[in-house]
């Protein structure tokens, strides 16, 4: 099992990102998936997760209203649509599958 995000960068506020998370060695379809995000020095906390149909979507409070998650079960893949971006968004972010497999990590780093 194998969690391969990317997309993260440099971005000004107010700025958008996409961030993805290809997954491979599991049948995709089958799991709830989610990004969570870690700025230094605080705790990893959840930012979005969408059900295994990717019909059932939830959010932190923090990212409500800009940022929007999505999965195409034919490309393994689920993204997130990050709009809006606040210096505050600076984090790394995580791609997760339930069972608590986590991906490597992509640094978002938004300037003021």
């Known amino acids: 099992v194998q969690l391969q995000a990317s997309g993260g960068g440099l971005v000004q506020a107010g700025g958008s990102l996409r961030l993805s998370c290809a997954a491979s060695g599991l049948p995709f379809n089958r799991y709830n998936m989610g990004w969570f995000r870690q700025a230094a020095g605080q705790e990893r906390q959840l930012v979005a997760a969408i059900s295994r149909s990717g019909d059932t979507t939830m959010y932190g409070d923090s990212v409500k209203d800009r940022f929007t998650i999505s999965r195409d079960n034919a490309k393994n893949t689920v993204y997130l649509h990050m709009n809006i971006l606040k210096p505050e968004d600076t984090a790394v972010y995580y791609c997760?599958?339930?069972?608590?497999?986590w991906g490597q990590g992509t640094l978002v780093t938004v300037s003021s």
């Open positions: 997760w599958r339930t069972g608590n497999i």
